[in-house]
């Protein structure tokens, strides 16, 4: 009996054994689905937050674009009623000075014809009202209010050269003692005036290069307003032959008020003879009109002073032609000859083109110089290209000594003593 009873209380015991087992590996279990929800409760709050904090900064680019955009549309508004009231605003009568009365009373010509003595306004610089100046008028009181800068044409503005030219006298060979006198004439009273103010005389007012085509005339013009940091003002003659009466003659006087109000500056009128030629009886009316800015440019060269600020130089190959008023003392005070190089320059030339080039061992430039009399600087400079391009076409990157003799060979051609140039690529 006894034996009975022990063997029910141990398969009790072991029940309850068992059934303290199942609850702890349920209650494991559960613990385990409890953390994993609170890993997942724990992720969803967490984009929960990046969402809301990528909201707010969404609201905040959005509001900053918003207040731009605000501070656009007022200035747009501001910009639209200022146009508005200059609209509004009654226009201004536009007339030319032609005699100041004193400081208050001026009497102006009005664009429109009638003649008027008007006042002037107190906020207008007096200095500036002047016979011809151009002034601006209220419609109604006709009071002077503004004056306007001088008219000008627009092709003589766009003769001068913002930047400096980049030739300098490194570039130029053969021509020392042509250079020397443009310097002493141009360089030397711009740069150093006081010099002749100790000295007691008047600087040259112009310079004449006259000489043979290619032969550097322009070149010297470019390296001296490079070296004397000038304004550089430069025009072909035939740009002042105008087909309307007058339309020359006013170039002539705006080009020269151009050169004023840029001093320092150097006005180079290449070609010259285009409109200097020798003044005959005319017996057309383009004649005629030709002669007529001849006259006004002797006017402005007579008109301005010879120690200002302004240079002038000029360039033609037909010396022969040019009228006399225009070579006399007090207008082209120096006539420069810019001759063909002889075999020195010519040596020189050739070096100033070949310190770039890749040349051979064989290249003499004194020879070359001997070989090519009669040539200019820039017939020297053509052969010294169509060299390089012998080279090339051979596919070779050294210029030798035969590329230079057939290059000479292409581009000059002998007529006697002569040498005269020839189409380089005929």
Request: with cysteine.
């Amino acid at each position: 009996m006894k034996e009975k009873i022990g063997e029910a209380e141990a398969e009790e015991a072991e029940a309850v054994g068992e059934g303290e087992e199942e609850v702890t590996k349920y209650l494991l279990s559960r613990l385990r689905e409890l953390e994993r929800e609170c890993i997942q409760l724990r992720n969803e709050n967490n984009r929960i937050k990046s969402s809301q904090i990528q909201r707010m900064k969404w609201l905040e680019e959005r509001k900053r674009a918003l207040e731009e955009e605000c501070i656009q549309m007022e200035r747009e508004i501001r910009r639209l009623r200022s146009e508005l009231n200059r609209m509004r605003t009654m226009p201004l009568l536009v007339g030319t000075v032609v005699e100041v009365v004193d400081d208050q009373r001026l009497v102006v010509k009005s664009s429109s014809g009638p003649t008027f003595m008007v006042n002037t306004s107190q906020f207008v610089d007096t200095s500036r009202l002047k016979p011809g100046a151009r002034v601006v008028m209220n419609q109604q009181s006709l009071a002077v209010v503004d004056v306007l800068p001088a008219e000008r044409d627009p092709a003589v503005v766009a003769m001068e050269i913002v930047e400096k030219p980049q030739e300098s006298y490194s570039d130029i060979g053969g021509l020392d003692a042509q250079l020397r006198e443009v310097r002493e004439t141009v360089e030397l009273p711009l740069l150093k005036p006081e010099v002749f103010e100790k000295v007691g005389i008047d600087p040259p007012k112009g310079v004449l290069l006259y000489g043979p085509p290619g032969t550097g005339k322009t070149l010297i013009a470019k390296a001296v307003a490079k070296e004397t940091n000038s304004v550089f003002i430069k025009l072909i003659g035939s740009e002042l032959v105008r087909k309307y009466i007058g339309e020359g003659a006013r170039m002539v006087r705006e080009l020269f008020e151009l050169a004023r109000e840029k001093a320092p500056s150097i006005v180079f009128i290449d070609e010259i003879d285009a409109i200097a030629a020798r003044r005959t009886d005319a017996h057309t009316s383009g004649e005629r009109e030709v002669q007529r800015t001849l006259m006004q440019l002797l006017a402005e060269m007579d008109g301005f002073d010879a120690r200002g600020d302004v240079r002038i130089l000029a360039a033609t190959n037909r010396p022969d032609i040019l009228d006399p008023a225009l070579l006399r003392p007090g207008r082209f005070d120096r006539l420069i000859e810019v001759p063909l190089p002889d075999e020195a320059g010519r040596a020189q030339i050739f070096r100033i083109h070949t310190r770039r080039m890749n040349l051979g061992e064989d290249v003499v430039l004194e020879e070359l110089a001997s070989m090519t009399e009669g040539a200019s600087g820039a017939d020297i400079r053509a052969i010294c290209t169509e060299a390089g391009m012998f080279a090339i076409r051979d596919g070779r990157t050294q210029v030798e000594m035969g590329d230079f003799r057939r290059a000479i060979a292409r581009v000059l051609v002998r007529e006697g003593n002569r040498v005269s140039p020839e189409l380089m690529f005929a």
